[in-house]
């Protein structure tokens, strides 16, 4: 019986020793910070982990809010250009709570109002940055022109001192999720596409015909200078080879004038009488003395046809007589 009742006020004493506890401490994690309220007014900040002594409820209690980052995609809306164009760019914001007291006045601890109410002030920043920008510094084919980084940049910038003067929230980063056009602009900038690059072909035709014209003149003059040369060449040879012909013909004429000419005087005749034709003409004139029965294989001294003989070739050495 007695161990019954020990069992018993040694149950009662750590039920009591709970309700002590859960009642008069508390506990930060190490991600968490903390604010402690007396009747609903702001006593004191924890920004340490640990354990902490508090009064009971319903005189204090203890509000806490994550110390890590927390990121807000915003909500998906239209903005207009510069160059009043509609485009849709959601953002997202990473954020974190630098000021828990600041945070608590202002939200009076509610997480998914602060959530709209920094989706709003992003968004009015968003669009009035976007409104000193042209469609074309956001996209383009030129790395150079688009400016989506100043972008973030401004808007962050915009944003950071009001969210921190009034809710005690630091923003650490604003960036662009991605870029989308409205239904109606989606023609404007297939258009804009095909443009750009109809410029740039054209571009790169002008270049290739250049060069290609470049190219072109450099063979023609390679060609006519290796054409002059050729000519040049042949020329030189077609001389030689005539002087060396006109040399091997006088040789072979000094040896027999006779022969020679009675041999031209045959080819010469072949040539005029080969063809079907009727020919009248005097049989005393050569070479046509040769149609005669009684023609002599000699022919006369000289002739229209056949010139005298040209004096021999005297070897080196020689005189010639005159």
Known sequence: ???????????????????????????????????????????RVVTEPGLGWKLPWPFESVTRFDARLEVLEGRISEALTADKRN???????????????????????????????????????????????????????????????????????SVAGTVRETFGVKIESIGIRQLALPAANTPFMFDRMRAERAQYAAQFRAEGQRKADEIRSAAEAEKTALVASAR???????????????????????????????????????????RNITLVADDRTPPFQLLKPDASTSPPASSPFFPPSPTPLASPGTAVAP
């Open 87 to 157: 485009v849709i760019l959601p953002f997202f914001a990473v954020w974190r709570i630098d000021d828990p007291l600041q945070f608590l006045r202002a939200t009076q601890g509610s997480l998914p109002g602060f959530r709209t109410k920094l989706d709003s002030i992003v968004t009015s920043a968003r669009n009035a940055v976007l409104g000193r920008y042209s469609f074309d510094q956001l996209i383009s084919v030129r790395p150079g022109v688009v400016k989506l980084a100043d972008i973030e940049r401004e808007i962050a910038a």
């Open 232 to 274: 040049q060449f042949a020329d030189q040879k077609r001389g030689e080879a005539e002087a060396a012909a006109a040399r091997v013909t006088a040789a072979a004429y000094a040896r027999d004038p006779e022969l020679f000419r009675f041999l031209r005087e045959l080819e010469a005749l072949r040539k005029v009488a080969g």
């Open 1 to 43: 019986m007695k161990l019954i009742v020990a069992c018993r006020l040694l149950l009662a004493l750590l039920v009591a020793a709970l309700t002590g506890y859960s009642a008069f401490c508390y506990q930060v994690s190490e991600v968490e910070q903390a604010v402690v309220t007396r009747f609903g007014r702001p006593v």
